[in-house]
């Protein structure tokens, strides 16, 4: 087309010579010479094309596009190679659309395009068919004759005219061009066909080609009959039981076993189990057909059918993956709890990336209370899956892990396969509560059966008893909880990734109050958020003066009284927004429950406070020391363990050592008995963390000087006077916070715990970290601070 002009068109191309082609660009066919092949033209350009080859009666030069998605495509974007055809008809249709039919003639090679036309103008070079000479020519076209006719007979309904083709086109060339053209390849792979200009290579590839199209068609023949025979053979057996059914009926003996048979049968099918589950189940399914309904196994026998075809082998739900969305969820379902919202938030992460990735075994450890259970909904919330419980606690059977084999009466399968039963999901977050709880006993350890369950590379193929095949577990998220974790034994907490929960500090129950607590106790009272004011001050003292724990359940038991106090105010008929302060609390609940003791507990020589941690939460823990004339003898009361006793034992032999160096006399050891006693009696204490204590207890005691109020300490130590680590120091740190201990001594080595420590208890409290008990006796016994502290305190 010119360029200045763009309605006047290039001069026909009738005068130029055979070595020009009028090109015209196609998408995912290959034109092969000697077939004849029907076309269709739509864009402007293969249309002048086609109507100046019709019109000049000259071929036309069929190359592939190398990307059939470009509508305009230039040179570049053209094979190389092509083959020339004659347009044996032109016809336009009403539509608008040509229709072309052209018989491919010979191969071409482009040498270069010449620009200027309305379409595609190309010099080529033609490329005509090598002559066929000597033995291993013939033997190649006999051979991939052959093959052809082989490949013919494999197909249904083979038209007659394409055999006589084959057998009947006297060259090898062509023989493969034909054959080639009716294969079903990808355009790319015929147009490597075309390019094979050298005859033998041409032959060796397309019979290559044509061998893997006969071993595919052999292949689907053999599935195709084997289908058909099960079909057959399946057809029969419905058509005889049909007519045994209507025998049965005409002769008015109805049979209930056969439909149940049958019932039993249809829920088989649709149940989606593994094959090897599917054929035992079908070989129980026939010993259950034989069986008298009257015999005393048919009832188990249709029990245990009932159990696999109940269970859901294939129904799996959708993991919610929307990582925001999750954390949203987590967020409004639990305050804080940063590291384990972390831990998911990356599970789901890793699930997104990689779906087959295997679910981990979390094990969340913390005192009562603290969210654990609750946290485990929170998660199956978040990833849009079902949630099912299984409780531990006091389980002392293996049968209730593995389940009881069928020949006891009653059996039925263990807790896990009847929770995965009862949520209908084969990938729930499974809770395993209580884990800290499990019992043993002469029915075998529950825990060892647990390792099969809670171990990834094993739980794809767990067995139940009951079950007698396997079923997958490892799709399952299981969590699980405890309260300590010493009771687990080390194997089975060795399968799981222990995730730790601290007591919460009172900032943390106070927001826990105001965004979850309130909420539920006034939908419990039958109370509005408009009908009750609850002040910031009045659950202070709530958390204060009327709860002593590291969780929150206690908390909401006092919320829930004081709300059901204002509930009996709004069912008596006051109106308005009942408001509630710290002044009212008294008057509701009755006197406070808890008091500080520190100023009044170590007003006097000879007491330290201590820090200690329980199954519950850390606490704090007060040593007393008291001397009366004697001759050094040590008593030791308050139910100490043994570990317990050697710290006061270590504590006071180190004094005596050090008596001299600290300006104590050492005489007056020989003179007196000392006594030691840890208060609440009742309570069993056990461990080294309280040899600093110890140690400071017993100096104060022989010094008489009084240990700082507010102060706490934790630490083991050493006869050579060195402060050792210990564990347990967030949730001792937790329980000084809420004590209201302003300083706290740790050991140096337990620098590695600081960032585990709660923020908001870090911003409250001052560290000492201590390397020996020197530093903790020059820490403790500043007068001057500790007479500031004590009238700060109103002592």
């Not at 820090?611 to 139910?639: C, H, M, Y």
């Not at 409250?764 to 020996?772: A, Q, S």
Request: hydrophobic share 40%; net charge negative; with cysteine.
């Amino acid at each position: 087309m010119n360029a200045n002009n763009p309605e006047v068109t290039a001069p026909a191309v009738s005068t130029v010579g055979d070595d020009v082609l009028l090109i015209l660009p196609v998408r995912n066919l290959v034109l092969f010479p000697g077939v004849v092949m029907p076309l269709t033209v739509g864009r402007k350009g293969s249309v002048e094309a086609a109507q100046e080859a019709a019109r000049s009666d000259r071929p036309l030069g069929l190359l592939l596009q190398k990307d059939g998605s470009i509508d305009d495509p230039g040179p570049d974007d053209l094979y190389r190679v092509g083959t020339v055809a004659s347009v044996l008809r032109f016809v336009s249709a009403q539509d608008g659309a040509h229709h072309l039919v052209c018989q491919g003639e010979e191969r071409f090679r482009v040498l270069d395009f010449i620009p200027g036309h309305p379409y595609l103008l190309a010099r080529v070079e033609r490329l005509p068919a090598a002559p066929e000479t000597g033995v291993d020519a013939e033997a190649r076209v006999l051979n991939l004759r052959q093959q052809a006719l082989a490949a013919l007979e494999l197909l249904p309904q083979t038209p007659a005219e394409l055999v006589h083709a084959i057998q009947s086109t006297p060259t090898g060339s062509a023989l493969a061009d034909l054959i080639i053209s009716y294969m079903d390849l990808k355009p790319e792979e015929k147009q490597e066909i075309l390019e094979l200009i050298d005859l033998p290579q041409r032959l060796m590839r397309v019979s290559e080609l044509l061998a893997r199209r006969i071993e595919v068609l052999r292949i689907s023949r053999d599935i195709s009959q084997q289908t058909r025979d099960k079909l057959d053979e399946r057809q029969r057996e419905f058509v005889l039981r049909e007519q045994l059914k209507t025998i049965q009926k005409e002769l008015g003996e109805a049979d209930d076993q056969a439909v149940e048979v049958q019932e039993i049968a249809e829920a088989i099918a649709k149940a989606g189990m593994p094959e090897e589950v599917e054929q035992h189940a079908r070989k129980e399914l026939k010993r259950l057909e034989r069986m008298p309904e009257a015999s005393g196994e048919y009832p188990m026998l249709r029990t245990y059918l009932d159990w696999l075809t109940e269970l859901p082998w294939s129904v799996a739900s959708t993991d919610s993956l929307d990582i925001p969305a999750a954390r949203r969820v987590l967020d409004e379902d639990h305050w804080g709890l940063d590291k384990i919202k972390r831990r998911i938030l990356e599970h789901l992460a890793v699930r997104k990336l990689s779906p087959e990735g295997k679910s981990p075994i979390l094990c969340f450890v913390g005192p009562p209370g603290v969210g654990k259970t609750s946290l485990g909904q929170s998660i199956a919330r978040a990833m849009g899956r079902k949630f099912l419980r299984v409780s531990l606690g006091g389980v002392h059977d293996e049968a209730e892990i593995r389940g009881h084999r069928r020949t006891y009466v009653g059996a039925l399968p263990g807790n896990i396969i009847q929770a995965i039963r009862r949520g209908g999901t084969r990938n729930p977050v499974l809770m395993l509560d209580e884990m800290d709880k499990l019992g043993q006993g002469f029915h075998g350890d529950p825990s060892s059966a647990l390792l099969e369950v809670l171990d990834p590379e094993q739980n794809n193929s767990f067995r139940d008893n009951y079950l007698a095949v396997p079923f997958d577990l490892s799709q399952v998220m299981f969590i699980a909880t405890a309260n300590v974790l010493d009771s687990i034994p080390g194997p089975l907490r060795d399968r799981m990734e222990v995730i730790e929960l601290p007591g919460y500090t009172q900032e943390d129950k106070l927001q826990i109050a105001r965004r979850y607590l309130i909420d539920r106790q006034l939908k419990a009272c039958g109370l509005g958020a408009e009908q009750v004011q609850l002040t910031d001050a009045a659950i202070g003292v709530l958390i204060d003066g009327y709860t002593r724990e590291a969780g929150c359940r206690n908390l909401e038991r006092e919320i829930g009284a004081v709300l059901r106090h204002v509930a009996v105010r709004v069912a008596e008929g006051q109106t308005g927004v009942q408001r509630i302060d710290a002044g009212d609390v008294p008057a509701i609940l009755g006197a406070r429950k808890f008091d500080s003791e520190l100023a009044m507990r170590t007003a006097m020589p000879g007491v330290a406070t201590g820090l200690a941690w329980t199954p519950v939460g850390g606490d704090i823990l007060f040593i007393e020391a008291s001397r009366v004339p004697g001759n050094g003898k040590l008593i030791l009361t308050g139910q100490l363990g043994d570990v317990m006793k050697e710290s006061v034992q270590a504590a006071l032999s180190l004094l005596k050592a050090r008596a001299d160096t600290l300006g104590l006399e050492a005489d007056s050891f020989d003179k007196h008995d000392i006594h030691v006693h840890v208060p609440a009696g009742a309570i069993p204490k056990d461990g080294p963390s309280a040899g600093v204590a110890m140690f400071v207890a017993l100096h104060s005691l022989h010094s008489g000087r009084c240990v700082r109020a507010d102060t706490a300490m934790t630490g083991e130590i050493s006869l050579r006077g060195l402060v050792l680590p210990v564990g347990g120091i967030k949730e001792k740190i937790v329980a000084a916070h809420r004590a209201g201990i302003r300083r706290v001594m740790l050991p140096a080595r337990n620098r590695k715990d600081y960032d585990d420590i709660p923020a908001s208890a870090r911003e409250h409290l001052e560290f000492v970290w201590l390397e020996n008990v020197d530093q903790a006796l020059g820490a403790v016994f500043d007068c001057a601070e500790q007479a500031d502290a004590l009238a700060a305190d109103g002592g």
